[in-house]
């Protein structure tokens, strides 16, 4: 996939990325469309604080009323995170962001 492609995707009215750490460019298997950093997050199967948030996520899907396609969706992701975690435990870790590295991520937000 060509991130040129994306450019028409990166206006989100807020003039930056919502992710900082990551550079994203995904494709809908459902619809085709693109989504990017500028509207999207990515959070990664080996962070440690991951399992529960996506737990907590199935749970705000079904206060909301999300159809049960959504919600076999989201058991059958936690259980592939879970295989994952169990398969690879020497890549778990903390989540961080290194100082000097990651000075964008945690500079001030644009107004």
Not at 24 to 52: C, H, Q, W
Not at 62 to 68: I, K, L
Request: hydrophobic letters at 35%; charged letters at 30%.
């Amino acid at each position: 996939m060509d991130y040129s492609e994306a450019a028409p995707y990166m206006n989100n009215r807020i003039g930056e990325p919502i992710d900082r750490k990551f550079t994203i460019m995904a494709r809908s298997i459902e619809s085709g469309n693109i989504y990017t950093d500028f509207d999207g997050v990515l959070f990664l199967a080996k962070d440690n604080a991951f399992p529960a948030t996506l737990r907590f996520y199935r749970e705000e899907c079904v206060r909301q009323g999300c159809a049960p396609e959504q919600l076999r969706g989201i058991d059958l992701l936690i259980e592939r995170v879970d295989r994952y975690r169990a398969s690879n435990p020497e890549k778990l870790k903390i989540a961080d962001i290194d100082p000097e590295k990651g000075a964008s991520i945690i500079a001030p937000n644009k107004e």
